[in-house]
């Protein structure tokens, strides 16, 4: 059973930074690529940002230059570093993952920006 647990939300002004981390547990299965994606209010989950086994990235345009997503293979971390956040990106964030044995997502973690 492969479990994930986000951590790091919280209350930020806009212009703010957060970092947003994911530990992954119990995962007997290659990990291949992992990733973050939120749900604002009135919006679908949307995707922001993954990085694959080779560390090669891919970010959503709107957050390119601003966020940073990282990994640490012998934690089975994930982290996204939030640089100027925005009020709009007001939400929680999911951290998930694709195995050799299928997709899991974390519970999510809630990250307020006010103005």
């Known amino acids: 059973q492969v479990q994930l647990v986000e951590s790091g939300g919280g209350l930020v002004q806009a212009g703010g930074s957060l970092r947003l981390s994911c530990q992954v547990t119990?995962?007997?299965?290659?990990?291949?690529?992992m990733g973050w994606y939120r749900q604002t209010p009135g919006k679908q989950r949307e995707f922001v940002a993954g990085?694959?086994?080779?560390?090669?990235?891919l970010y959503a345009d709107s957050v390119k230059g601003r966020f940073t997503i990282s990994r640490d293979d012998a934690k089975n971390t994930v982290d996204l570093q939030m640089n100027s956040l925005k009020t709009e990106e007001k939400g929680v964030y999911f951290c998930?993952?694709?195995?050799?044995?299928?997709?899991?997502w974390g519970r999510g973690t809630q990250v307020t920006v006010s103005s």
């Open positions: 998930t993952v694709q195995t050799e044995r299928g997709d899991y």
């Open positions: 119990a995962s007997e299965f290659r990990i291949d690529d």
């Open positions: 990085i694959n086994n080779g560390h090669n990235t």
